[in-house]
């Protein structure tokens, strides 16, 4: 199963524990939930939405209050949260790189990360560092490498990265 695929099901399950989550705190009908998809995205069924479409449903939802609340241990947690500006790095570059014209500009955040990921697999696909299955199983020296590698390409390409 591809990278994105994982990602497709993960934010259909986000979408309709959405659904779950305004059925009972505003009795919103399936009728509700459908009109509220169908003017946001102009498709009926999640299963039908793009990308962008599932994005966007899912921005307009947590406006609403839907909250996602991973349910990780305490070492999860602090390892996340030590490597989290790392990943926020690699992402403000990406779309430093897609101004300047060097790669395509990611249709969302979901988009975004799939292609950081995807590009962050090649790059350590041969490297010392050893090969990485997803950025949130990356070392702090994976991550740094990739950051560093990206920089230099920003350079190459005269993107605004710092």
Request: glycine residues 6%; aromatic residues 8%; charged residues 25%.
């Amino acid at each position: 199963m591809s990278t994105t695929d994982v990602i497709r099901k993960r934010e259909i399950v986000l979408i309709q524990l959405a659904k779950a989550f305004f059925a009972k705190r505003d009795g919103m009908t399936d009728d509700d939930y459908r009109a509220v998809m169908l003017q946001l995205t102009g498709q009926s069924s999640s299963a039908k939405l793009d990308a962008a479409g599932r994005d966007k449903l899912l921005q307009h939802f947590k406006a609403k209050g839907f909250v996602v609340i991973a349910k990780t241990g305490a070492a999860s947690r602090e390892r996340g949260f030590i490597r989290e500006p790392q990943v926020k790095k690699l992402l403000a570059m990406w779309y430093a790189l897609s101004e300047a014209g060097a790669v395509a500009r990611p249709a969302s955040h979901t988009a975004c990360s799939a292609a950081v990921e995807a590009w962050g697999k090649e790059q350590l696909a041969a490297h010392r560092l050893g090969p990485m299955d997803a950025l949130r199983f990356a070392t702090g020296e994976q991550l740094n490498h990739l950051v560093e590698a990206m920089k230099l390409w920003g350079q190459r390409v005269k993107a605004n990265i710092y």
